[in-house]
């Protein structure tokens, strides 16, 4: 696995362990702003204490355990009580928006309180009150996540691989645009034929493969992306990563 080098941050802070897979608080602006200096990864782990470094038992020979451990210090993510990852877990689609949300929020600031500033219609399985429905809410207008022809979002549903890179391709469009240059975005690397693809996700996997690597092959292995399978906890966060690195040096 490629492991990207130039991730971008100025809060050092270690995320303490909390309850619950994915913080439903909202990343503090002024103190994770990263959106004019960086420092790479190597240099990132280097800051970490054994005991940081060691917080999760059970990522050891995972192969994101890098981007992981990157994404807690940027408090993105978060662990359990128990001193795990769960890297395996499945993601819900709300989790998943939750942590885009905050990703977006580094670089760019978000509003959730914002006025939209084009016609929505609220998911009617997304309750005002529910934790993530202000966040639901400001990606509904700008990063288009899908709902269905009902008008549901189906927050507590699995989200699939090729769902949360078509989200994360919106996502890295939104940042881009809204740093003032060119929502395309520009390769890095040669796509991967995947062989288990075929339509809209065969463009979407080969496009955003080529974009270091954000849709990759199930583990790091083989040639099968696996569109339609839940995106685990271990993925989901290292395609993030490499979202936030990617983005920030896409200075086209």
């Keep these: 696995m490629k492991i990207l080098t130039n991730l971008p941050l100025t809060t050092l802070a270690i995320a303490s362990l909390v309850s619950g897979s994915i913080s439903p608080s909202f990343a503090q602006k002024s103190s994770l702003s990263i959106a004019n200096q960086q420092i790479n990864l190597p240099s990132l782990m280097a800051q970490m204490s054994p005991k940081d ?96 022809p ?49 339509g809209y996700n065969q463009q979407l996997a080969m496009q955003m493969s080529a974009y270091c690597q954000i849709a990759s092959p199930v583990n790091e292995k083989g040639k099968n992306f696996a569109p339609n399978k839940p995106a685990h906890r271990d993925y989901t966060t290292a395609a993030i990563v490499r979202t936030l690195n990617c983005v920030k040096n896409d200075n086209k």
């Design 150 to 198: 009902t008008g549901k979002f189906r927050p507590t549903e699995n989200i699939t691989r090729a769902e949360l890179v078509a989200f994360l391709r919106r996502a890295a469009e939104r940042i881009k645009t809204n740093l003032g240059r060119s929502p395309a975005l520009n390769p890095t690397q040669k796509p991967i034929n995947f062989s288990d693809v075929s």
């Design 53 to 148: 470094a060691s917080t999760f038992k059970d990522i050891n020979n995972n192969v994101y355990k890098p981007e992981i451990l990157a994404a807690v210090q940027l408090k993105i993510v978060q662990g359990f009580p128990d001193g795990t990852f769960r890297p395996n877990q499945p993601v819900t689609r709300e989790q998943a928006v939750s942590m885009i949300v905050d990703t977006i929020n580094l670089i760019t600031p978000v509003d959730l309180n914002a006025t939209p500033t084009n016609p929505v219609r609220p998911f009617t399985d997304v309750p005002s009150d529910r934790w993530s429905a202000p966040k639901i809410a400001w990606a509904q207008w700008n990063i288009a996540p899908a709902g269905t």
